[in-house]
């Protein structure tokens, strides 16, 4: 099984800035996706996007969109049909002419599996929040108080602790703040807050 998308082009150009409403988005994401856990990282992840394209980027409204829709439905195909992650839901959004650009960033938010190198800011970020998002998450659950007084430093701890969320590649992480220059901590400092709202 192969998860290599083996193309490097995505959605068409004629459909910048064509995005799902927001019920569109809604309605694919609860008919795919049946896993709750699943549905809450990748709300944890849309509003990480939104946030990060609102605070840092300074985007506008519809912009901040298209970075929600991307951390929105980046793994709406892997809860039903793993083997075809993240075929599918390119595909899905292909045919429905959605915006290259997040398409784009799907296809790029696991580099080392489905052989598609994150470019733009929209696709750096989310390769950057994926995996971090989810060791913040595992270790909120292990906390008494979650996300309340959760700091820098016990996330840091659990980092180093190799045995602590063990399917979260380490390697990935660096990685992925190399990719998009950003220090650990700032995005480590940039998740919890924004992260916690999240139910
Ligand atoms: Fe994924
Ligand atoms: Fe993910």
Redesign the pocket.
Same mark, same amino acid.
């Given at each position: 099984m192969s998860l290599l998308l083996n193309r490097n082009i995505f959605g068409n150009p004629a459909n910048k800035e064509n995005v799902l409403t927001r019920k569109q988005a809604e309605e694919l994401f609860t008919s795919w996706v049946l896993n709750a856990r699943l549905q809450l #990282?990748m709300k944890q992840?849309a509003q990480l996007m939104k946030s990060w394209a609102a605070e840092k980027e300074l985007l506008d409204e519809a912009a901040q969109w298209r970075w929600e829709m991307a951390g929105l439905l #980046? +793994?709406a195909d892997w809860d039903q049909w793993p083997d075809q992650h993240c075929k599918k839901i390119i595909e899905e959004l292909e045919n429905r002419n959605i915006d290259p650009e997040i398409i784009h960033a799907i296809a790029s938010h696991g580099p080392l599996y489905f052989g598609v190198e994150p470019e733009t800011n929209m696709d750096k970020m989310l390769f950057a929040f +994926?995996e971090l998002s989810g060791l913040v998450h595992a270790y909120s659950l292990m906390r008494p108080g979650g996300y309340e007084t959760m700091d820098l430093k016990g996330v840091k701890k659990r980092l180093k602790e190799k045995s602590f969320a063990a399917n979260v590649s380490r390697a990935d992480i660096d990685d992925a703040c190399k990719r998009a220059g950003i220090l650990l901590d700032d995005l480590i400092t940039f998740i919890i807050p924004r992260q916690a709202v999240v139910k």
């Open positions: #990282h992840v #980046h +793994d +994926d």
